[in-house]
């Protein structure tokens, strides 16, 4: 796959050394990162791009720091799978997104087997939020303390937490992170909330519990786990994203995948790059969309085969690690708004300058 004309001219830098957290923090964003796994890392290659701080500045543990690795059996806590992925980022300098502290998903059994009132389950609750974020204090960037707590009309999703605190879950979430780590940036974080609407709505309410409570949020996690095609549009993600920074808190991009229904070919692909362009150059537009996180970067070790049937080729690298043009895509968006673009020679023969 070769560079369209009109894409070479619009990168700055020769393609061959744009590298994408570089170009991300040269833009004015914190990081460019990816999502990584601990099964992943025995793979040269993959290591090789993971821990270049060119290409990645941000690393987010896959699983690692889930519920049914860190407490799984009551008060039995065992960091090590999380470590694995917090010590790597560690190492390189990276920044560390932590995920996460409570979902409804990937949770130890015994939580959902054990039968719970409101007084045991809170104190239960409390527990394993202040021992999971105190373990890791001053070493997360950002926490998602909670993780995909809404239903897609913007209700509240039924789980163990909600049926037995109702919302009060969401409080004592956020108390004991922000007690358990004063440093972390502590997010609400979710998948379909990356474009105006009913759920999107939801987590304005959340944000909104969570202030009125007097606690702290700074952020939301926009998943963006997308379909080619099918990607909301540059302005749905704009005047999402300012619906959530004009509350006060941050936003990122957190698990960004653009999947495709395989066979890839020359114009899915073409496609996805116009929608990863898309996705990164609107956090690009707006100021307080803190950085991206692609939710990994090399196809084979993609969530979306085992879970999307039909659909594959989600990520930035295929199978031989060469690049799919959507990485170009992503080069562009973060190139294109590094600077204002330079006004044709006509506007600069005006005696006065254009107010734009
Ligand atoms: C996924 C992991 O990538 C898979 O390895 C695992 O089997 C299931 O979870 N939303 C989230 C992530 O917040 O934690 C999920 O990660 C993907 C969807």
Redesign the pocket.
Known sequence: MHLSSTLAAAVALPLASAQLNQLAQKAGKLYFGT?T?TGELTNAEYVSILTNTKEFGQLTP??GM?WQFIEPENGVFNFTEGEIVSNLAAKDKQLLRC??LV?H??LAPWVTATTWDKANLTAMLREHVYREASHWRGQCYAW?VV??GLNEDGTYRSDVFYDTLGDEYFKIAFEEAARADPGAKLYY???NIESPGPKSEGAKRIVRLIQDAGLRIDGVGL?S?FIVGETPTIDQQISNMRGFTDLGVDVAI??LDIRLQLPADAENLAQQSVDYRTSVGACMQVKRCVGVTV??FYDPF??VP??FAGFGDATLYFDNFTKHPAYNGVVEALTNNTKCKPRPSKMLKRSKPLIV
């Open positions: 999502a796994d896959a699983n889930k995920h996460n979902w998903s990937q998602d993780n995909e974080n979710d998948y998943q786990h957190t698990e939710w990994d993609s969530w085992g879970v």
